[in-house]
């Protein structure tokens, strides 16, 4: 099993990014009954929530996104996203996508850097 993140980059404020998170090794039972998360860090910082959505599809968001953030994923293609609008250089950060597993398994995504100027 195997999480791929991308779509980071350099976007001016204001501007948007889509971020993917795909999975490799899970079956489609597995991937559609996951939770599935994306979290944030800066240098010397802990790693935040961001945004969650259930196997249901039900979706949560930190307050600092909620609005400008969207998080969705496709089962079809075994992939994660997250939408970022309004950007923000307070966004600047590496994202992480996190999958929790019906039967209790959890795994990281290697992140990808996001950096908003200014």
């Known amino acids: 099993v ?3 993140a991308s779509g980071g980059g350099l976007v001016q404020a204001g501007g948007s990014l889509r971020l993917s998170c795909k999975a490799s090794g ?6 559609t009954g996951s ?6 860090q800066t240098p010397g910082q ?9 196997s249901s599809s039900s979706t949560n968001y930190a307050d600092f996104v909620k609005g400008r953030f969207t998080i969705s994923k496709d089962n079809g293609k075994r ?7 309004s950007l923000k250089p307070e966004d600047t950060a590496v994202y ?9 398994r959890d795994y990281w995504g290697q992140g990808t850097l996001v950096t908003v100027s200014s």
């Open 2 to 4: 195997q999480l791929q």
């Open 26 to 31: 899970f079956i489609l039972s597995s991937f």
């Open 35 to 40: 939770a599935m998360s994306w979290y944030r």
């Open 46 to 54: 802990q790693r935040d929530f961001v945004a969650s959505i259930s």
């Open 79 to 85: 992939t994660l996203y997250l939408q970022m609008d």
């Open 96 to 104: 992480y996508c996190y999958v929790l597993m019906a039967n209790g």
